[in-house]
């Protein structure tokens, strides 16, 4: 669980390291930059990586219960 | 109100569909079609800079274009015009030149005599050419009045009624909003995680009031169940609009003063994570009850569970449909009527919106279908 909270904080750092210089909108700020296309990219990033994660935490789950099926 | 319950229970309790595929076929067909075509389409063309920001009566100024998915070098764009628009009056550029794709060069100017003929000294700026239709930026360019009119200048902004052939862009293209820009194709990612929440929450509701009427342990397992994805996209849904509000609404502010924003002051989002707390605490409470040393009955368990869901959809629903409807906020539709307006929404983007709100909706119902049946399966094995 720590693995996957880790990851997820991470994804944030990444935005501090650009909230440094963004003034206007045509700022060399890279989220910004070419019309604000990063902040769609990262919504979906977003989405994407918290549904996986889910996704493996379940599998976690299903494979403690077959492996107990068997034994 | 028997036969009603009776078919409520067998919506909910019938398992066939967690099993069947199609639906799930279908579910994966719509989100790739949302996530590849919303990528694919572009933003329609729209004024992005013009410069200088300001200008004074009796010169003629160069002003530099810039603008965004526009095709002003392409054969089929005809002449491109330019206006400077006050009130209803559109005065003409004296000169347009055509510098590249996306960037234009415009000669105009306005004379002291006139000044105070305008009734704003902000002028919109209006761009047309046959491909791209009307487009423009409002509040442009200001004029800065001068005190004293020179009558001996020649130069007057002529008004004049535009005559042009499209006023909408000829191609497939989401609207070109500013402070928006690419950022409005999370309207298909942001807003359907709210729309799947609040699905899986009514499944929920559904499920632990069955089961306060029937004592069916099943329906209990259905709404723990439900409740876990709902949290999943709830989170989601709050994560992504911290990212996007943080480079719209909150564009220069720090990180902090943003989140700070988020958590005491919108009124939406500040119901929208007390209602992701509020289920939470629902998780809390039934791990709780669980505990050995509680010495608590199954049923009970069941039942205080499902007393505190019906407790907390009246949250939700307060706080996610009804303050933001009472109280100004920064969310579109707020403060007054609901979103889905023509304003809000363009025929473009219900080409994805639906599809994106059926498609992550079905995702959910079918991470909760899985969820359903593993717990099925450890319910037999116990």
Redesign the interface.
């Known amino acids: 669980m720590a693995k996957y909270f880790l990851t997820f904080i991470s994804l944030f750092l990444s ?2 390291i650009f ?1 440094q210089a ?2 206007a ?2 700022s060399n700020n890279f ?2 930059s ?4 990063f ?2 990219v ?3 990033t ?2 994407l990586v ?2 996986f994660t ?2 493996f935490s ?1 599998e976690r ?2 494979k403690q ?1 077959e492996s ?2 068997k034994s | 109100m028997q036969t009603l319950i009776r078919a409520l229970g067998r919506m909910v309790h019938g398992t066939t569909w967690l099993y069947t595929t199609w639906w799930k076929w279908f579910c994966a067909t719509l989100l790739l079609y949302v ?1 590849i075509g919303s ?1 694919m389409v572009p ?1 329609s063309p729209g004024i ?2 013009i410069e200088p920001l300001s200008f004074s009566p009796d010169t003629i100024y160069t002003f530099k274009v810039s603008t ?1 998915h526009t095709h002003f070098n392409s054969a089929a764009a005809g002449k491109t015009q330019f206006w400077f628009k006050v009130g209803n009056d559109y005065f003409k550029a004296k000169s347009i030149e055509v510098i590249g794709a996306d960037k234009l060069e415009v000669k105009f100017g306005v004379g002291s005599l006139q000044q105070d003929s305008l009734k704003s000294t902000s002028f919109d700026v209006v761009c047309n050419d046959d491909i791209d239709g009307t487009f423009a930026l409002r509040e442009g360019t200001t004029l800065l009045k001068t005190a004293k009119a020179d009558s001996t200048s020649n130069i007057v902004a002529i008004s004049e009624t535009p005559q042009v052939t499209h006023n909408k862009h000829q191609f497939l293209a989401f609207p070109y909003r500013e402070i ?7 309207t298909f ?2 807003v359907p ?1 709210w729309f799947a929440m609040t699905m899986l929450v009514m499944f929920s509701l559904l499920a632990s009031i069955l089961f306060l009427i029937k004592g069916d342990f099943r329906f209990d397992t259905y709404a723990h169940q439900a409740i876990i994805v709902a949290l ?1 996209f709830g ?2 849904g709050y ?2 609009g911290m ?2 509000s ?3 609404w909150f ?2 502010l ?2 902090w003063k943003a989140i700070e924003i988020m958590v005491f002051q919108e009124t939406k989002l500040r119901g929208a994570l007390i209602s992701i707390i509020a289920y939470l605490i629902y998780l809390v409470l039934r791990w709780i009850l669980s505990l050995k040393a509680m010495n608590i009955q199954k049923r009970d368990r069941a039942i205080i569970s499902a007393a505190y869901n019906i407790f907390a959809i009246i949250i939700f629903m307060w706080y996610i449909f009804i303050m933001p409807r009472l109280h100004d906020s920064l969310h579109p539709g707020n403060g007054g009527n609901p979103a889905f307006s023509k304003y809000d929404l363009d025929s473009t983007l219900r080409m994805f919106f639906y599809p994106a709100c059926i498609g992550w909706i079905m ?1 959910g119902f079918w ?1 909760y279908s ?2 359903v049946r ?1 717990q099925l ?2 319910q037999k ?1 116990e």
């Open positions: 935005t501090f909230a963004e003034t909108e045509n989220m910004v070419n019309h604000k296309v902040v769609a990262a919504v979906l977003i989405i918290l549904i889910f996704l379940i789950r299903l219960l107990r099926q | 996530v990528f933003l992005s800079k965004y928006l820009y690419e950022t409005i194709r999370n990612f942001h995680m999943l989170v989601c994560t992504t990212v996007w943080k480079y719209t564009i220069g720090s990180w995702l991470i899985i969820l593993m399966i450890k094995q």
